[in-house]
């Protein structure tokens, strides 16, 4: 068996799956929008499968769903908008339900560079349209602050900043039903550093009889614009997964992109679930927005697909247990809104399993462990570049042994190429007879033409593995090496890498027996590294330094063995 085939066809294995995942992307149908699009109230209210909650309780209609125009409209008023700033979010939010409809992510630019803007995870902006809202559903016409419900601000004021020196910053906005003698007063809290939101409400009944409603929250958003069909591999925005996610104790972690809103004939997708101590969330590309209730509390999520004037918006929902207020009493109920990179340390911090929201798809299982060890050794060494070329050093040092005994073997072969080519020209166009005499020199030799082939595949899906930990995990997103490496998860800008990848790969192949091959096939093996060398010019630089280090840790070993076990010099051109 011919190892330079073998490790040729797997990486082509490799590029054809990452080329399968593209295409999938590109060739799905675009989702079909109604001309006349029937009303926001129409499709929820209220939603499928939302009649009832545990305790034959009825839910009462659900409310209307702000229109992106509407939003608008609403802060052309200065007064309806409010700022809200740490030192890591800056939040616009109106006053109309309390709702967020801007959230800039103060220390994520959308590009490296000076002039460049931060990342908009919520906006207004109606072809990007994505909003948190929350609210309550009055029980048996009870009034109640749903997300179209005026709050105000206790003080009248419209920005508010983290003051130095201090941890929280809390902004209370409150909404008061005079007649029935409810006040809500939901609480905006920031905590210096962190993307978690918390929002906290008091319910004080002061009336004369008991008030009863549900609480629920929901995030609201357009399908992103897609990305250029000309980005392909080098653009992970065209293929990172874009859509709703939830956890439940019971399904685990799942997730529905905007395409699947909706079956073949263009019916809603059930989801009806009730959960305790899961969550929600929005996500794509290194980014999430998330509902996390109080681990307690039981919630039925739901999703949506909503008609509106312009592109369709998705929604999901939860609705929480009826919460009940005697007079003279009070509640407090707490939620977490994440607002943020998928940065694992913190979301684990605001609940265990919200840190799955890090999607490395199938290769998860050894794509999550290199991540942990890739984490240890930047914690090492400061640097994720450096951590990439640490790991390869312990993966090499781990392989080692078989390794060398794949080294040796090529080593041995090598040696007796002379005498493989005799044996082809004593035996002509007679294959069979030729395929006999060359096994018999092996058997004589004690060679082993299929060993070591282990170590040349147990790279492949540590390189697709690490490929997705370079694309879908923000803490290496626009990361630095050194020098005129900026940017671990973007191209070489100046190729350096990528000639340095293709020259490691030249020299390995001519080290590399290939016993048996005509010429045309060793012309042809001779040219695969010039085809993955240009291919791989394009791999966020990461992925390629880590394979140049693999690369020319074996051209090292491999070298060495040769020496050893051959009499012939270590590079001879053909």
């Not at 005799?422 to 035996?427: Q, S």
Request: with cysteine.
């Amino acid at each position: 068996m011919n190892q330079t085939r073998t490790l040729l066809i797997f990486a082509w294995l490799a590029v054809a799956f990452l080329l399968f995942q593209e295409w999938q992307h590109f060739d799905a149908p675009p989702m079909p929008v109604q001309a006349n699009a029937p009303s926001s109230t129409a499709a929820l209210s209220p939603l499928p499968g939302q009649q009832a909650l545990p305790g034959n309780d009825s839910l009462p209609a659900l409310p209307t769903v702000a229109k992106p125009d509407e939003i608008s409209a609403a802060i052309a008023a200065p007064s309806q908008i409010i700022t809200v700033q740490s030192d890591v979010l800056k939040l616009r939010i109106d006053l109309r339900g309390g709702s967020v409809i801007d959230a800039e992510l103060l220390t994520y630019p959308l590009e490296k560079t000076a002039e460049s803007s931060n990342v908009h995870l919520f906006t207004s902006a109606p072809e990007q349209f994505f909003v948190a809202q929350s609210g309550w559903l009055g029980d048996a016409g009870l009034s109640a602050p749903n997300h179209e419900a005026q709050y105000r601000t206790e003080d009248a004021g419209s920005d508010y900043r983290l003051a130095d020196g201090a941890s929280t910053l809390e902004v209370p906005l409150v909404w008061t039903d005079a007649t029935g003698g409810i006040t809500v007063r939901k609480t905006v809290v920031l905590t210096r550093s962190s993307f978690a939101v918390t929002t906290r409400q008091k319910i004080s009944n002061t009336g004369s009889s008991a008030w009863r409603a549900y609480p629920y929250e929901q995030l609201l958003r357009v399908s992103p614009p897609p990305p250029p069909k000309h980005a392909g591999l080098t653009n992970p925005d065209s293929f990172s997964f874009v859509g709703a996610s939830w956890y439940s104790a019971l399904g685990k972690y799942e997730k529905r992109t905007f395409d699947d809103f909706t079956d073949g004939d263009g019916q809603p997708e059930k989801l009806d679930i009730t959960v305790a101590g899961g969550w929600y969330a929005m996500q794509q590309h290194h980014f999430a927005a998330a509902w996390v209730p109080a681990t307690a509390e039981s919630q039925r999520f739901s999703l949506a697909k909503v008609a509106a004037p312009g592109a369709a918006q998705y929604l999901i929902r939860g609705v929480g247990d009826g919460v009940q207020v005697a007079a003279g009493a009070s509640v407090i109920r707490d939620s977490v809104l994440w607002i943020g990179p998928k940065d694992q340390k913190q979301m684990k911090a605001v609940h265990p399993t919200l840190r799955l929201s890090v999607d490395y798809g199938v290769f998860s299982f050894i794509a999550k462990p290199l991540f942990w060890l890739l984490s240890w050794l930047h914690a090492l060494f400061g640097n994720w570049g450096w951590a990439i070329i640490a790991i390869v050093v312990l993966l090499k040092a781990a392989l080692f042994p078989l390794s060398t005994a794949q080294y040796k073997s090529m080593a041995k072969m090598r040696a007796v190429q002379p005498r493989i080519e005799a044996l082809k020209e004593r035996y002509g166009e007679d294959r069979q007879q030729f395929q006999v005499a060359m096994m018999e020199l092996y058997k004589k030799e004690k060679i082993n033409p299929i060993g070591g082939c282990l170590p040349m595949l147990i790279p492949i899906p540590i390189f697709l593995a690490l490929y997705w930990v370079l694309i879908e995990s923000v803490e290496l997103r626009q990361a630095p090496w050194i020098g005129w490496i900026q940017n671990l998860t973007a191209a070489d800008p100046y190729f350096i890498l990528p000639v340095l990848n293709l020259a490691v790969m030249y020299l390995t192949q001519k080290l590399t027996p290939m016993p048996g091959m005509d010429p045309m096939q060793k012309k042809m093996m001779q040219f695969m590294p010039l085809v993955f060398g240009v291919m791989m010019a394009f791999f966020p630089s990461g992925l390629v330094l880590y394979w140049v280090t693999n690369g020319l840790l074996g051209l090292a070993q491999q070298w060495w063995m040769t020496r050893q076990h051959s009499d012939k010099p270590a590079i001879v051109a053909k």
